[in-house]
């Protein structure tokens, strides 16, 4: 790619690169076994960092292909993370998962968006913008009541062709709020789309982290991976009623 090195170093994958056409990376992780489907990885504010590794290697351990743009592509050194997140907009982060859908997605399995923190935002806008998402997890995504920069809110896209989402926060989360989730479970009740609301007793912002010990919660990070794991490998979209 162009000199570009590969994010993350490991044994239970195959990765190659390609560039999309806003010149992200994208970069994907086959397990060594036939996948059971695509899991767009979507970075949190600290970017590809070892956090994101960890995140690869399970994926692939668990049999599905990890697929990994790097959202701050292109933007000018030295910016702090905060600084990287307000870059964004909503536009052209659509136009890059689209792509990264299209370009990972392997022989009809399901495709998933998978993120923490601002990739959790960003993995319930994929899911709720109709993009190729069969289902969405999102850990402790705050925001989704919030436009970035101009247009229409997560929140505000779901609708009945929403992919099946789950989301994750720590009670004592006040970035994730218990006030969005419960907008969450009132748009998608109304839009008739599934979706999951799980909040951990004692946990915080970014408690899946076990880089950040100060926020780590253990016992809430192990029962939150297990959910997500079980919801990803249920495969195709739920249908209500069924």
Request: charged letters at 35%; a positive charge; aromatic letters at 4%.
């Given at each position: 790619m162009n000199g570009s090195a590969v994010p993350f170093a490991g044994t239970g994958y195959h990765p190659s690169g390609r560039f999309l056409a806003a010149g992200a990376p994208l970069w994907t992780f086959a397990p060594s076994v036939a996948p059971r489907g695509t899991v767009l990885v979507l970075h949190h504010r600290t970017g590809l960092d070892g956090f994101m590794a960890d995140v690869v290697d399970r994926l692939t351990a668990g049999g599905f292909v990890a697929a990994v743009p790097d959202l701050f592509a292109g933007q000018p050194a030295g910016l702090a993370p905060?600084?990287?997140?307000r870059l964004l907009r909503d536009d052209a982060v659509l136009a890059v998962?689209?792509?990264?859908?299209?370009?990972?997605?392997?022989d009809g399995l399901p495709v998933a968006a998978l993120g923490f923190c601002m990739g959790g935002r960003l993995a319930f806008l994929a899911g709720s913008a109709g993009i190729g998402v069969d289902r969405a997890c999102c850990f402790y995504p705050g925001e989704i009541d919030q436009a970035w920069h101009a247009g229409v809110t997560p929140l505000e896209r779901v609708g009945a062709a929403a992919?099946?989402?789950?989301?994750?926060?720590?009670?004592?989360?006040s970035n994730a709020t218990a006030a969005q989730f419960d907008a969450a479970v009132t748009a998608f009740d109304k839009a008739g789309a599934y979706l999951e609301a799980c909040t951990y007793a004692g946990a915080r912002h970014a408690f899946a982290?076990?880089?950040?010990?100060?926020?780590h919660h253990p016992v809430a990070a192990s029962r939150a991976w297990a959910g997500a794991m079980a919801f990803l490998h249920a495969g195709a979209p739920v249908v209500i009623g069924a």
């Open positions: 905060e600084e990287r997140k998962l689209a792509e990264s859908v299209r370009l990972a997605a392997v992919a099946a989402t789950q989301l994750h926060r720590g009670a004592r989360d982290n076990p880089y950040a010990p100060e926020r």
